[in-house]
Structures are given as structure tokens and as C-alpha cells.
């Protein structure tokens, strides 16, 4: 091979050429004028151009050079980009002596993706506050290294002519800007300014211009003076209050009507991140990244953020402005820390129309701060957390949509539709999955339409025509009825995946295993293979099967869904089961309840009315948070069992469990045997703890541990029957830290290997992906 090489004799010595093919997010990112500067700054010739599946690049010069570019590539690459892969191969030499961007025809059909939207970048940032600048407090600008992306972009292939932008003709000096490949405006499908770009316009709640020289200005200074605000951002409208006015934020829940449901601030900079919450290092690197996700932080003891931003939570969702717009409106005056909530109806899909948020949040807002550019997908914020250590996305929505996740087997086309809370579809094919953005709970007609719509764009995105439909086995879920609909009218195949399979599959799949392993998923609410309601689960998992091997014990929820919103009823039904009896004194007064509601409660059990079963671990928390807390109702699934995770003191957890430690217990069940955990003695312990005077937060510590232990044991029988060493942890309850930190900790204590989620939710916002592996293993070996 190598005596085929060819070097020829330069100005500069032995001249070597080299092939370079770049595989991952390499498009529309900016890739190629870096690809253009670093070769100019080696002294090398050739070319660049995008391919199929990524870049191709041709490079010739001294070696030396060679290797210092290939290095570079990977170590200076812009911010957007994402490299999964480079291979390099020797070349003959041509005796080129210049470097050119080639046009994509020539290398073939060019791959047809969409990056992320990402944040202003420190250039434009530097520039938006430059008065010299010609693009001086311009809120729309941006380069190849930054802006919006796939929420200005109605359809492939990423085009101006395709997105929002196409109604701007640039001017002279954009126009300049975007042809010169030397310019870090290259093909910029966005590139505007103050002459030919989108402009902000100021808009009274009545849907009235305001006049306002400057719109940012008056903006400010509604906001300083206690108004709410809602403020056209890149994925929708937010709605916004002064985050140190209490009397703000609390106007701002009362037109809302959401009382409890912590709201996310948005700070200045990281300076002011810095006083307002105890950040780590890991913590301050995720809220920098160019996706910009709020990130759930610890609150500085003595911040001055109003109490009724996050009621009762010692976490505050932090993020950093990511559109010069939000920029400028720190800028200057006095603004420090901004809530910026997802400007909806209670769950309603996030606005994006300037018309419909007049009409529907009219009432709401006291002004609007618009502009004339279009959202064409409409994206709410992403919430990330450092959990043991490393970032966890909790909900995976703007600056991450539409990036692909990886998965290690060829899939055939296929569409899952995911659960019902927290709804997020996927499109699979080949190696990747497309997960749409968070689309909200899919129980509202408007919601359905938003479903469908980012269905549409994603298929239309991706050119994937789904051949089978993959849909959650629970049947009054939305999402099913609608699967079973489309696959029917389209001729397409259904394949139905049980809920708790389906998460445990993805955090697999996110580790590039198809088992056997050793499946905990602790959840809220998962409808089982028995009828019943799972979610603390221990399976045995491969990818294209599971067989369960214990649960939390069935306990009732007496009024189904009303025992979610009110856990004092979830209390009643646990300690019911556990053999306690819930009209004594003592239980009523530890419910907060009359003693005849309780009793007909307890005869809705006894009668099994309207009391489904259930193995949930989210609903034992709230059982457990009720009676601690004294929790009647709460505003919003896991409200209750935030506040136990928020109170429990800081000890040596693991061996100050005592008697809260769950017994297991086999029992048949259907057609084989199963491991009950068992929580009589739990809640013997509890009550006898509660009656000593021991402090809420120890008990809390101690109910945390205590359930992890349980499941540690669980997973160490199942590794005795079986023989496998690993667990993967999924459910909505590893969004509680310290439950998934005692779980991963206790388990290696013991030996095991542990995979958690990281790219995908373990929550239900993970479900599509982890649904879409199951289905292309049960395909493939068919
Ligand atoms: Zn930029
Ligand atoms: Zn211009
Ligand atoms: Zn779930």
C-alpha cells in the first residue's frame, strides 16, 4: 500500500496527501470555514466538502503539518459540532497549492440533518455589546458557532429558502459575509442584522403595538417594576417576572394557576449563578454548555431569589441567557436573575405564535415582547442534573433535538410513540434514533397536535417512513389508541412493549449492551403484564425479553388517580396493607384525616373499587412524604416525594437503616415465583420512629436508605439465580440524587457493575428510545 504513495517536492519540502472523512455532527455547524482556517494556518492545500454522511476533506502538505491538522480537527472543532468518528488514509500527491470549499454536488448526496440550536457564542456576544460593532445590541445575531437551528427550520436540507429566515433578504455586507469562506458568518443560514434582519416589536396584553423606542428598554423597566413579561425566546414564549420580586412571582402563579411547580430562573452570568446557588465544578460546566439546559443546583443559604420561585425546595432550575436577546436584557440595568417559565396553560404545548399568545396568555401577561421572526418547532427548555457525579438529562428538549443517539444495531424504519407523561416520540433507522423534543403530557387534543406535528417534521427531517409502530402496552394511554390507529391506516406492523422493559432496555442500550442484565426500575406509574400497576421492579432484561423477578408488594390506591394528587390516601392504602388499622386514632391523626373518610377508603379497598393495585415506588415515596410531611395534595406528580429527598439529613447512610431495610419473601404469582419486597416492618419502623420524636429528616435519610438497601438484596438473589453482575437503573425515580447515588454506591459495594442513564431520560421522557431498541432486537430475530 504504501509503495503506491506518491510525495512530491514542494516549496516547503516532501509534499503527503491525505484523505479525511469525518463522521457526526458536522453540518451546518460550521465546520468547513474552521476546516478552511486551520488549513490555511498548517499551510496546506486541498479541499472540503460535505458527503453523505459528514465531510470529506483532501489534504496535502509536509507531514508534520498533516498530523498537527488531523490532531487539531478534534481539539479546536466549533462548539456545535460533534465528532463520532475520524479516519485518515494515505493519498498520491497532487502538487495542489491552494484550499478550496467544494460545493456539496460535487461529493454526492449530502446527509440531510439538522443541528441543535445552540448559544450565542463569546464572538457575537462580544460584538452584541460593542458599540463600534455594526451589530451593536442587535438581538438576532449570530454565526456558524451559534443560533438557531432546528426551531427556525421548516425542512430539509438546512437552507435559508427552508427555514424562517427566508423572508429576510440579506443585506450587502451579510451577503458578504455569508460567501467568504474565510468569515465566521460562512453560510450562516441566519446571518442578519439591525439593516435587513428581524426586528422586536413591544405589544400590550391587548394584542396592541406599544410604542417604545427601544423595546428592550421598556422591557426592562416593566419587568424592574413587577410586570410580567412574556418574551418570544428560540423555542417559544416565556413568561417572565423579576426572580427577586416575591409579589411578583407570586402574581405570576396566581394568573397562572400553578401554585407548587417550581419555576426555572434565568441568571445574568455565572457570576450570578454563583451567588445564588453552590455550584460545582460539574454544575457550572453544564450550565456553560452551548445547549444551555436549566440545571437543578443547590440554593446559597441567604439568596435573595424570592421564596415562591421553587416553595419548599432547597433546588433552584438555573440557567444562562442562550439568545443575545435575553442577553440584552441583563445588560444593562438592573436585572439580575429572571424566571422564565414555558409560557402555557397549566400542561398546555409552549406558545410560538405571536397571535396565539396574545389569545392565550392575554390574561396572563401584562406585555409581550415579540419579533417577526417565525418558530417554526416549538421546543421547550431542556432540565439537566449532575447526578452521581455526571450529567443526567432529565428532559432533553431545546440544544439537543434533533441529535441523534447512538444506538449499537442496525434498526429497521421504525416510529415509538413512547408513554403519556412527559411524551416524547422517536423515528429509528440504522444505527440511530431520533428523538423528538419533550412534547408535554399527552392528554389534551392540543397536546395530540403537537404530537403529530413533530412527527410530521421528523419524518419529513429524517426521510424515515416508519414500517412498524411501537407503542406502551397500557390501554387508555393516548399514544396507544393513536399507534394502533396510524399502524392500522398505514398497513403497518404494532409492536407493544411493556412500560418498566422499556426503560431498562434504553439505559442498556445507552451502554451498548443487550443483556441479560439485572433491570431495577423504580417509577411512578407503569402499567404491568398482569393488568396491574408497576414501578419498583426488578427484571431480568434482554433486550428483546424480561422475566420479573421481585417488585415492591402490591398495595391499593384507593381512588386511582386521585390517590397521585392526594398521598395521604396513597398513605392510608400502604399502611392498610401493611396491617395497620387506618380508623384508629392514632392513623387518623397521623393522615390528617376524618374518620369517615378513611373508612370509605378502607371499604373502597376491601370492596376493590376504583383501588387498583400497584407496586410503584414514586407512589411509596408519596405515601411515606404524607406522613412525614403531613402531605394532603399536591400540586404536581412526585411534589411529595421532592420534599422527602429535600429534607433528609446528610449521615452514613448506608448503615443507618435499621429495621426500615424491606424483607424479601417469594411468593408465586401468574406462573412462576417472584421476590416480594416486602415494607410491613418499614412502616413499623417509621410509625415507632415518628412516635419517639425522630427528626423528619433522619427519618427521611433513613426511608432513602433503607428502600435502596431492599433493592441492593433483590439485585445480590437475582445475581445468585443467575449468575449476571449487572444492574442498570431506570425510572423516573433516579431524577432523586440520593436514591441513585445509595443504589449505585451500595451496588458496587457489592461487586456489581452499574450503567445509569445519561443521554436519555430514565424518566418517561426515555421511554421512546428504550422502546425502539426493544423493538429492532425483536425484529431482528425474527
Ligand atoms: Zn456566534
Ligand atoms: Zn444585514
Ligand atoms: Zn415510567
Known amino acids: 500500500m504504501s509503495g503506491e504513495i506518491h510525495a512530491k517536492q514542494g516549496r516547503h519540502g516532501l509534499q503527503h496527501r491525505r484523505g479525511v472523512t469525518v463522521r457526526g455532527v458536522v453540518q451546518g455547524v460550521g465546520f468547513r470555514p474552521f476546516v478552511y482556517r486551520l488549513a490555511h494556518e498548517e499551510g496546506l492545500a486541498g479541499f472540503i466538502g460535505n458527503d453523505t454522511d459528514g465531510v470529506t476533506i483532501e489534504v496535502e502538505g509536509a507531514a508534520e503539518r498533516l498530523d498537527a491538522f488531523v490532531a487539531r480537527l478534534r481539539a479546536e472543532m466549533p462548539p456545535m459540532a460533534r465528532i463520532d468518528a475520524i479516519t485518515v488514509r494515505q493519498l498520491a500527491a497532487l502538487g495542489e497549492t491552494a484550499f478550496r470549499i467544494v460545493a456539496s454536488e460535487v461529493l454526492g448526496r449530502v446527509s440531510t440533518g439538522i443541528p441543535a440550536d445552540a448559544a450565542t457564542c463569546a464572538d457575537c456576544l462580544r460584538e452584541l455589546l460593542d458599540p463600534a460593532d455594526r451589530r451593536y445590541r442587535y438581538p438576532f445575531l449570530n454565526c456558524t458557532n451559534c443560533g438557531p437551528r432546528y426551531t427556525i427550520t421548516r425542512r430539509i436540507p438546512y437552507d435559508r429558502p427552508q427555514t424562517s429566515m427566508a423572508r429576510f433578504h440579506m443585506c450587502a455586507e451579510c451577503q458578504a459575509e455569508y460567501d467568504d469562506p474565510a468569515n465566521r458568518r460562512f453560510h450562516a443560514q441566519p446571518n442578519a442584522c439591525w439593516a435587513c434582519g428581524p426586528q422586536l416589536s413591544l405589544v400590550g396584553s391587548d394584542g396592541e403595538a406599544l410604542t417604545a423606542d427601544d423595546p428592550v428598554a421598556a422591557c426592562v423597566d416593566r419587568l424592574a417594576a413587577g410586570e410580567i413579561v412574556a418574551i418570544k425566546g428560540i423555542g417559544g414564549f416565556h413568561l417572565s417576572v423579576d426572580a427577586i420580586n416575591q409579589a411578583a412571582v407570586m402574581r405570576l402563579r396566581e394568573r397562572k394557576h400553578r401554585y407548587g411547580k417550581p419555576l426555572a430562573v434565568m441568571v445574568r452570568d455565572l457570576d450570578a449563578a454563583r451567588e445564588i446557588c ?12 452551548p445547549a444551555r439546559p436549566i440545571v437543578l443546583a443547590r440554593r446559597r443559604e441567604g439568596s435573595d431569589i424570592a421564596a415562591g420561585v421553587a416553595p419548599g425546595i432547597p433546588w433552584l432550575g438555573l440557567f444562562l441567557p442562550y439568545a443575545p436577546l435575553q442577553h440584552l436584557l441583563f445588560a444593562s440595568g438592573p436585572l439580575r436573575a429572571l424566571v422564565m417559565t414555558s409560557a402555557n396553560l397549566s400542561d398546555e404545548p409552549i406558545a410560538i405564535d405571536n397571535d396565539e399568545a396574545v389569545a392565550r396568555l392575554g390574561e396572563i401577561a401584562d406585555a409581550f415582547l415579540m419579533h417577526d421572526r417565525e418558530i417554526l418547532q416549538r421546543c421547550d427548555d431542556s432540565v439537566a442534573a449532575i447526578v452521581d457525579g455526571a450529567p443526567q438529562l432529565i428532559r432533553r428538549a431545546r440544544g439537543f433535538v434533533p441529535l441523534s443517539v447512538p444506538v449499537q444495531m442496525d434498526a429497521p424504519p421504525l416510529l415509538a410513540v413512547g408513554g403519556h407523561l412527559k411524551s416524547v416520540l422517536a423515528l429509528a433507522r440504522g444505527r440511530f434514533v431520533y428523538q423528538s423534543q419533550h412534547l408535554g403530557d399527552l392528554e389534551s387534543a392540543t397536546a395530540l397536535e403537537f404530537f403529530k406535528e413533530s412527527l410530521e417534521h421528523l419524518m419529513r427531517t429524517f426521510e424515515i417512513e416508519p414500517r412498524t409502530v411501537v407503542h406502551d402496552l397500557h390501554p387508555g394511554y393516548l399514544s396507544t389508541a393513536w399507534a394502533k390507529k396510524f399502524a392500522h391506516e398505514r398497513g403497518l406492523a404494532l409492536i407493544g412493549v411493556q412500560h418498566h422493559h422499556a426503560h431498562v432496555a434504553g ?59 392526594e398521598p395521604w390516601r396513597m398513605a392510608l392504602g400502604a399502611l392498610h396493607a401493611a396491617g395497620f388499622d387506618v380508623e384508629s386514632e392514632q392513623m387518623l391523626a397521623l393522615l390528617g384525616a376524618e374518620r369517615n373518610e378513611a373508612r370509605i377508603l378502607k371499604r373502597m379497598i376491601e ?15 408519596d405515601a411515606l412524604a404524607a406522613v412525614v410531611l403531613g402531605i394532603r395534595v399536591v400540586d404536581y406528580e412526585a411534589q411529595a416525594a421532592i420534599g422527602l429527598e429535600c429534607i433528609a439529613v446528610d449521615e452514613p447512610d448506608r448503615f443507618e437503616q435499621g429495621d426500615y431495610v424491606p424483607e424479601l419473601h417469594t411468593a408465586e404469582e401468574g406462573s412462576g415465583s417472584v421476590a416480594l419486597i416486602r415494607t410491613g416492618k418499614m412502616w413499623k419502623a417509621v410509625l415507632d420512629d415518628l412516635w419517639r420524636g425522630v427528626p423528619a429528616g433522619r427519618i427521611a435519610a433513613r426511608f432513602h436508605a433503607g428502600i435502596a438497601e431492599g433493592f441492593i438484596n433483590a439485585a445480590a438473589n437475582a445475581r445468585i439465580e443467575t449468575d449476571i453482575n449487572t444492574v442498570a437503573l431506570s425510572g423516573g425515580c433516579m431524577a432523586n440524587r440520593r436514591l441513585a447515588r445509595l443504589l449505585r454506591a451500595g451496588l458496587e459495594e457489592e461487586g456489581f457493575t452499574v450503567l445509569q442513564h445519561r443521554n436519555v431520560s430514565p424518566g418517561d421522557g426515555g421511554l421512546s428510545y428504550g422502546q425502539t431498541v426493544i423493538a429492532a432486537a425483536i425484529l431482528a430475530g425474527k
Open 278 to 289: 453552590v455550584l460545582t465544578d460539574a454544575e457550572e460546566a453544564l450550565l456553560q454548555t
Open 507 to 565: 439505559c442498556m442500550a445507552e451502554h451498548g449492551l443487550t443483556g441479560p442484565v439485572i433491570g431495577i426500575a423504580l417509577d411512578g406509574t407503569g402499567y404491568g403484564t398482569d393488568g396491574r400497576i408497576w414501578g419498583g421492579e426488578v427484571l431480568i432484561a434482554r433486550l428483546d425479553g424480561f422475566d420479573r423477578f421481585a417488585h415492591l408488594e402490591y398495595m391499593p390506591m384507593p381512588g386511582g388517580d386521585a390517590a397521585v394528587r
Open 607 to 621: 370492596r376493590k373499587i376504583n383501588s387498583p393495585m400497584t407496586s410503584s415506588c414514586g407512589r411509596l415515596f
